[in-house]
């Protein structure tokens, strides 16, 4: 393994820039941290953290100036793989015409081991139409509401990126541990001023993450989860949790993993010109099963049975994998604080007899 430093990690961006890729990190914006263009280490945000509860989000300073140590905020990066909102074609009076495809070359810097395994589970549903460069950081500061130790996705980074970083401060200085997970991974990492990191250095760095999965804020029940909803369609919980959730869908676009779209129709005011618009949809939302007469789930019970019971159930079915990463946005963006782990461990108690007010 490589080890580098600040210098060497401003010298990977511009590399990959120079390389005509569009790099996308994390940045500091409106009181959260966001991804966004980056055109060096400058821009990252430095001594930020961020502390989150169930409905809460509040960026932070930290006593040291660690660029990668905030648990997942309120973007994903699956806003640049299946955008909110795309043009699908444009009608005119002469002709009919697609855009052009996305060929964007894109390199993601600081996916962490959860949003690592989301891109695996999203691009499964929406194709690899975009491929980016991966540079994964393992998480050796999970929040309050991660749970990815308990769904197998973190808090280390395992497979699927080009480079792999480990970011760590001590007596030495402000470092990171490299470790290239393709050929163009070293490529770039042999553009990077950089040296062979030693071996107490190696087991510093794991010791870390290996620590990160003891201090993570939830935990999801050991259970098969795909069984428990099977088991639960009758359950009271879906009304209890119906009397709480507002069914606004919040859950559903901050999910790294939540996929659904609808499509629109728009002319403008001469009828000469007509859209179709591809963009985010939401189980939650009564019109999303509306068939024919009208909509088959029109209860907010039903709702949200059906999000929890696809996302941890029937996605197996369909995917082969849960749909549930265990990045805690669902439950940091639910103006209710809502906790999809909560939830399971209350079906769980009720199909077990116990008491169900967890
Ligand atoms: S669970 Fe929370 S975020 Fe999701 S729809 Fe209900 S109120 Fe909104
Ligand atoms: S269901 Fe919630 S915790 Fe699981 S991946 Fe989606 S947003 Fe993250």
Redesign the pocket.
Known sequence: MDAFGLDGLDELVRALIADGRRVIGPRLRDNAIVLDDITGVADLPAGWGVDVAPGRYRVRRRDDEALFCHSAGPQSWKQFVHPARRKLWETTETGFEEPPPDNRELAFLGVRG?DLA?LGVLGRVVGNRIRPFIVAVDCTEPGGLC?CASTGTGPGVRQGYDLALTERIDDTGHWFLAEAGTGAGERMLRMVTRRQARFDEVAAALRDVTAAADRMGRAMPELDLRELLRDSRQARRWNDVAERCLTCGN?TM?????FCTTTEDVTDLTGEHAERWEHWASCFEVDFSYLHGGSVRTSAASRYRQWLTH?LGTWHDQFGES?????????AWCPVGID?TAEVAALAAERSGDDVDV
Do not use: Q
């Not at 901050?254 to 939540?258: A, D």
């Not at 749909?323 to 439950?331: D, L, S």
């Open positions: 959860c989301a749970f859950c901050v999910c790294p993993t939540c996302k749909g549930c990463v265990g990045c805690g946005r669902c439950i999809i």
